[in-house]
Structure formats: C-alpha cells, structure tokens
C-alpha cells in the first residue's frame, strides 16, 4: 500500500489526512520497503498529489482508473474526515447514484445504487447484504481508509451479489513505522466521544494495528446511538513471496429506529372528487349504506354526524395525503420502541503468495457473526378521508370515534409494533490466482477465482397491535393525536404479542470463475469475465401464531452462469471511453422465507444486468478525474402473489394455478457524472450529480396504466458537491475551509392500498461546511451541518419521511504522536 503522508512533519501535516473521531486515520508515515510491498490486490492506491488514480474493485487486478471498463468511483480519506462521516450513511452523498433506499424502515444500511440493492465488502470479502426490513447493521467508517464503489452486478468475484453493485470499505493496515494519534470531539444532542489509533512495527516482519473507539449521542429527536468497536490486525511478512494479514472486529451498537417519521395523513383526494382545496362537511359525505332483504336500511362504516363531518373537514390541509405532516419536534417513536442492539464480531485471515514478479495466489478466509435484538413501531396510520371498495369511513380504516362520541381527527390507528430477534452467521472463502503474461506487444492477466460461502440465519419477529388488532382486553392504547401523542405504559411484551414469523434458514453456494484483462495496445484494454454459481437454500418454519407447529423444511437449489465484458479505449492521454455489461444472480429469497410451491418447486434466481457507456477524462497533469456514465442496470425474476390463486378456496380451485409468479422486475436508467479535483495543494473538489428513471414493473396488476411505477423512495435528480482550499502561514499553522452542498429531488412514497396513490416527499438542498487548523501534532477541526437550517426529509419511509437533522455542530480534536 503506498502512502503519501508523513505522521510527524509539520510541513505534511498541512495537508494531512483530515480526521474525525469515527474515521480516525493515523496519518500514515512513508512505510520501508518492506511496507511498501504489501500491496492490496483487492485495492491498490497509486495517488498523483491527492488524487486515487487505480483501483483494483472492478477487476481484481491493479488497474488505473482510465484504463478500467467498468463504473467505478472512490471515495478517499481526505474528504470523507472532513465531513466527519462517521457512517456509511454519512459517505454515500459522495457518489453519483448512491442514496438511501425508499420503505426501509430506517432500520440500518438498507441503501441503493441506482436504485437497486447493494452488498457490502471489507477488502473485499462479505460484510453484510440489503438485508430488508428484519434487521441490518449501520456500519461505521471509523476503521476505514476509502471507500470504492463498484456499480452493476458482480457475482463472478463477490459471489452471490445485488444489483445496484458493491460497496468494498478499505480498511486500515499495520504499518511498520510507529504512529499514534488520540481523537476526542463533542457536538450538539449531549454527542461526545474519544477514539484511540495505534500502529507499530513488533519485529523486523511483523506489525500491529490496535483502534478503539467509543461514542454517544442522545441524536436529533431522541434518536440515540451507542457504539463501542475494537478493531485488531497482524501484518506478518513470512518471506519476500509470502505475507499474512489476520484481523479482528468487535462492534456493540444500539441505534433508536425511528419507523414512521412524519407520516402522511390518509387522505384520498379521488373519494373527495375533485382537486385538493379548503373543505367543508358536505365535501365529506357518508352514503354508504345498503338494503337487507327485510327492507330495512343499513350503513356501512362510522356515520359522522354534520358537527363530525365539520370538524373533519376543517382538519384537513391541501397537501394531506399528498405530502408528510410536520409534527416538528414531536416524535411518533414510542417509548415501547427499543434501540436496534446488534452486536458484530468477524475474523478475517488473508494471505499473498507472490509466484513471480507478475503471478499471486490470494487466499481470504472470512467468519462473521452479527446479532441483532430491537422493538420498532411499524403502523401508526391516521386515517382521516376515503372511500376503499365502495365503502367510506369503514373500520378500521376509518377517522376515531371513542366511546364518548369524541371524534379525534388526527388520532393513529392500527397501530403495531414488532418485536425482531436474529441471528446470522457467514463462512467465506475465496482463492484468487492471477497470472500475468507477455506475448508480443499484447499483454494481459489470467484472474481464476473460486469462492464459498455458507450463511446460517434466524429470525424470530413479534407483533403487538392496538384494538384495531388485539381483542384481548389488553391492547396498545390508540395515540389520540399526533401532535402530541400519548404512550401506553409497560414495555412491548406487556400487550400479549403474537409471534409473526419464526424460522431457521441456512445457504449454500459455491462459485468458480475466470476472468481475462487483457492490454491489446497502450490505448486499448478488454475485459471479459464468466462464473457459475451453485445455491442451495434450506428453510424451516418452527411456528407463528397463524401456522403452528412446525412444517416440513422447504428447500431449493438453483444453478447458472453470469459473465461481464468491457471495452475501454484511451483516445488520448487525457480522454477514455469504455463500455461494460454484465450479468448477476443471487437466490431468490435469501433473505426471506422460501414457500412450498409444488408449482415451482424450485423458483429462479433473481437475476440482474447491466449495460454502461462511459467516458473518463483527466486534467490539470491528472489532478482532475472525471466520469460521465448512461447505463441501464435492472433486476428480474422478482415474486409476487399471482392474482388468479385464491387462499381461501381449496386445492381443487386452485389446482394448476401457481401461487407465485416470477416475471415481476426492477428497473433503472440515467446517466451518472463524478468529478474530483485536487490542485496546488490549494484546492479540492468533489462533485457528482445523477438523473435516473427508476421503476418497478408489476405484472400483477389488472390496470395496464398502473403496471409500471416509479420506485419507492428513488429520486430522479441528485447532486452534491465538496470544495475545499487551504491556507498556508496562518499563525504559524494552516486553515482548511471547506463548503458543501447536497441536493435530492423528490421522492415518492406512494400506496394505493392505504389510499395514497400520489403522495411524495419534497426535495431539498442542504449546505454544511467545515473549518479545520492544523499545527504541529495537533489538528482542531469544526463542523457544521445544515447551515440554512432546513426542514427536510433525509430518506422515505413506508409512508410517510425520516426528518433530517437541524442545524447542529462538532468539534474534533486529534492529537497524534
């Protein structure tokens, strides 16, 4: 790994790596030679002054980046610490494409590129999946040197892998040369917490990485976060042919999940006939009725009175059910809402054997185990105005009336909270032989791979519900207004829960494949890649309050091929062009349950592709590298419930018709720009901005006009920028001033079924900006984050918008020795 910054000179401290608590680098002084032989085969660093010019994510292989045909960006330490990143979460405004996922709960890393999953690697090897809605780590960026970001489907050397594509998290190494540096900060919300970073060399061969880190934070709208971490590695160079990296990783974590942000009130402006407006109580009739067979008259659904209806009516706004309610301050996370506790451990074991100045074998051993344990609030859904299936105002999906004959407008019923305990543990391996060659003026690299992997799950979830869905006595208590919400007393396991889901899963899948780069001329470069891909999934059920008992284990394996191939051509020195398409798969219900489908008893793999067209372009003697990308990218044999299978009659009804179809799909289409500038050790840029059409095509539905929908929680437009500069002689140290900007169009949150076929989440720009000092050992760095103070929705949520923070600050302090 080749490093360009010394630890302990004041002149290179200037422009030192700037660092966060959470991100914390040790500055890293030039390694000895021996250091300077470890090189990353997953990802190798060549910097022009500030800039990454090579990566190794796309291919495996040390590659510049203009020579790459492949969508591939990076993110390095300079700007990630002087945005205080302190989360992945925090990271992704740096990449075109990249942006939190629509419906995920706010529940961990659920993230998207192009707005399809993504999976996670350290170095290169599994670090958790999109694991939907059950559970999900947030990953925390406080042991990472850069992030890479390959776009589109990688099964062949990632196994088993999303659509959007890889996310590889660089982590720290050993060094060889003593460094240490102490880092301490405090913000807004009661934030404060001190990290340790140590590294040395404990013989001539062997060296040690140690970083602690601990922090809390009370969070804006009480929404806390706990994290202690230890991270360990052993950097063992056995021989000039042979080096052993070991690694270690404990996370404890408690993150408040905030499920319903604001919500959306259910109002449905097509029950009202006509556009949204200033209403009165005839706008809201109550006809529904119908005649029984004596004659007599029956109403169907809560009967407002004229007062009711007025009262309703005069609560009602021009943008509900279109647009989230501020509740402001107030937070609709119940203190029967628990922390999601997860707790991570993962060993890792590496080892390089060098055959020949152009030939390794790699070989990656990987076990990771993470837990998980949170109570969440799922339903708090204010039903205010709509007529579903003929019928207004009908239970539960009506506005509250209480026994007094109070109505309460604003009142959240059918209410649940789950309850989710699981477990997941992962065995990975890969063997990676590279073998150059020459023949003529052509050269190339041979890339053989060969990965395994097997993951043993758990899940158990619990619902509790309030009288919409508990008959018990013992109900939630309905919150009357949300506004100002009332809480039921007592902890979650109080209000008789029933367990929803319960099961034990495990996979299996084993791949094998073979990869060629090839170096036809210094202009052109050609990548071709293909793998199969064997997995086998075994699930069983061990009994929910609907399906007792436990059932027979549900099995299904699956097999295929997926390939890539890519051409880039150097026009000149300063301009590529390069074209990538691709093929991946990963078993359909991975991470689900797996029904018993005599019809399909083995459902295809949700498969993905992808088509880019791209150029790259330098400047400045490369202290600028750009990117511009069109691609497709798009993920199919998706399931859904075929509309033709009916669950309440019996298998003679049903017979030959299939429970399940598999030919739903997502996709996306757009173009990417990625630009970053680092001149005269003065200025630093980052900017990158996407236009992208995502959309989920439904073939279930009847309507042909409404099988193809925008995707939940994916805006079309995005932007964001980073400029730095630098201050040199400023009382005897440096100023670095720094000014950001990010922008998300708008988003919808849309759902028919809860009578809100149009309702979306505004966009919004948000400006942060940093200043940091540098003098001597000590680095002093204060950031701010939105500086207008703008009232925004950081992600989607079901139905409804997560609040981005306000205006807050923190203060870093680093001290390194």
Known sequence: MQFSRSLNSKSVLATAVKVALLGGVVA??????????????????????????????????????????????????????????????????????????GNNYGIGDNLAIRGLGVNYTYDGMYGGASLGNNYNPTRSMT??????????????????????????????????????????KVGSWNTYGLMLDATNAITDDLAYRVVLNHERSDGYRDLQQDR??????????????????????????????????????????????GDPRKLTGADLPNESKFTDENGIVEYLGIQLTDAQREQLAASISTSDGLRPIDLGDTSLVSPLSTPNEGKELRFKLRHDWHLGEESTLTQQVLWRQYDSDLVRQTGSYNYVYWERSGNINTTPRAPLVTEDGQLHPFAARRQEYRRAVSDEQTWQYFGD?????????????????????????????????????NKSGNAIPYILDIRNPNWGAGEFMDYDPIVRSNY?????????????????????????????????QEYQHLGTARAQGVEPENDTDDSGMTYTFGVNYQVIPELSAFINVGKGRTAFGVLSSISNNVSVPNPPDSESETLDIGIRFTAFDEDLLGSIVVFDTKRTNLRYANPEYDEQKGPEFNAGIPRYKYDNNETTKGVEFD????????????????????????????????????????????????????LPQVMGGELELSLGMQYVGERTVNHPSFGLPTAKIDSFTRWDMSAAYYLDSVHVQLNIENLADETYYSKALFLGGLPGNERNAKLTVNYQF
């Open 675 to 726: 630009l970053n500038l680092a001149l005269a050790e003065a200025w630093k840029l980052n900017v990158n901005a996407t236009y992208q059409d995502a959309v989920s095509i439904r073939h279930q539905e009847i309507d042909p006009d409404k099988r193809e929908a925008p995707k939940k929680g994916i805006p079309e437009k995005m932007a964001g920028t980073w400029l730095t500069h630098t």
């Open 28 to 101: 890293s002084a030039h390694a000895a030679d021996k250091a300077q032989d470890d090189i990353e085969r997953i990802s190798v660093y060549n910097k022009h002054n500030a800039l990454i010019l090579e990566s190794g994510t796309a291919t495996k292989s040390n590659m510049a980046l203009m020579q790459t045909p492949a969508a591939v960006v990076i993110v390095d330490k300079d700007l990630l610490d002087s945005q205080t990143a302190n989360t992945l979460q925090d990271a992704i405004r740096n990449v075109s494409g990249f942006t939190q996922a």
């Open 143 to 184: 042991n990472i040197e850069s992030m890479e970001v390959l776009k589109g489907p990688a099964t062949g050397l990632y196994g088993i892998g999303a659509a959007g594509g890889v996310v590889n998290l660089i982590e720290k190494k050993p060094q060889f040369e003593e460094a240490y540096e102490i880092s301490t």
């Open 504 to 536: 034990d899963k495990s996979l299996t899948a084993y791949g094998i494949g073979a990869q060629e780069v090839l170096y036809l001329t210094d202009a052109l470069t050609m990548r071709a890649g293909v793998a199969y891909t064997k997995i086998e």
């Open 433 to 469: 032989l590279q073998i150059g060659w020459n023949f003529g003026d052509i050269s190339g690299e041979h890339l053989i791979s060969a990965n395994y992997e097997n993951r043993d799950m758990s899940f158990k979830q619990w619902s509790a519900y309030d009288a919409d869905g």
């Open 228 to 273: 202690d971490e230890v991270y360990a590695s052993l950097k063992f160079e056995a021989s000039n042919d042979h080096s052993l990296l070991f690694s270690a990783a404990y996370i404890d974590d408690a993150v408040q999940v905030d499920s319903v942000g604001d919500p959306v009130r259910i109002v449905n402006w097509d029950s009202i006939s």
